[in-house]
């Protein structure tokens, strides 16, 4: 089992749906990102989180500690947010980053 | 605030030849730089960490002497690859963070990327 799973993989939705990308893992944790990686490959660092909320435009990034669970949550979604959702970790005792699959969503208009 | 940029972004080349990436840390100085690598339709994989002024570490199984790693300033990683072959054809990402790589809550800002190309 990996330590950083993310579901779903694959996420088609119609625009103006609000979306949810969850990450869960099973390591301690000091802090978790979620990155954005656009179809050229390139990634934006879009949240970092060691606790509670965070709010960002559309974007909404949650995390609770006890259940090892993120939460990345997309309002009014929209055909430019297509792109691979990645979650990472940095374990307690490391600061190199474990990293998620990644979620592949896809906005049609 | 906490750009890093890549360059170049995109680089085709001939077996056999060499590849600089640079790094570059435009408005904070990189106590340390990361270099990730991605395969298609795989998670980013860390490569090296180096801290500026000293040699980088690099992870076990990347060979050092094919990936040559140069953090010289802290504003400024370079990342070569020696005598590049197809199977070095990847997405190559670095990142940066203020702190020395053991201050576990120093953030990482990620740069946007490099894709090669290895004919």
């Known amino acids: 089992k990996n330590e950083v799973e993310q579901s779903p993989q694959n996420l088609t939705a119609q625009e103006g749906e609000f979306i949810t990308i969850n990450c869960s893992y099973s390591v301690g944790i000091s802090a978790l990102h979620w990155l954005q990686q656009h179809p050229g490959g390139g990634i934006v660092s879009l949240f970092m989180?060691?606790?509670?909320?965070k709010k960002h435009g559309r974007l909404i990034a949650t995390i609770n500690i006890q259940e090892k669970h993120s939460s990345l949550h997309i309002t009014a979604s929209h055909p430019r947010d297509s792109a691979v959702y990645i979650c990472?970790?940095?374990?307690?005792?490391?600061?190199?980053?474990?990293w998620g699959a990644g979620t592949k969503l896809i906005i049609k208009p | 605030g906490a750009v890093v940029s890549q360059h170049p972004s995109r680089v085709i080349c001939k077996s056999g030849t060499s590849v600089k990436i640079e790094c570059r840390s435009l408005d904070f100085q990189a106590t340390t730089m990361f270099w990730y690598r991605q395969f298609p339709k795989q998670s980013l994989m860390l490569m090296a960490t180096s801290n500026e002024g000293s040699k980088a570490t690099y992870e076990q199984g990347v060979e050092k002497d094919k990936f040559l790693i140069n953090h010289a300033s802290l504003t400024l990683s370079t990342l070569t690859v020696t005598s590049a072959h197809p199977e070095d054809s990847s997405f190559y990402i670095c990142?940066?963070?203020?702190?020395?790589?053991?201050?576990?809550?120093?953030?990482?800002?990620f740069g946007p990327g490099t894709r090669l190309l290895v004919l």
């Open positions: 990142s940066a963070s203020r702190g020395l790589a053991g201050l576990l809550q120093e953030t990482q800002y």
């Open positions: 990472a970790v940095r374990p307690d005792s490391n600061y190199q980053l474990i």
């Open positions: 989180l060691s606790s509670g909320k």
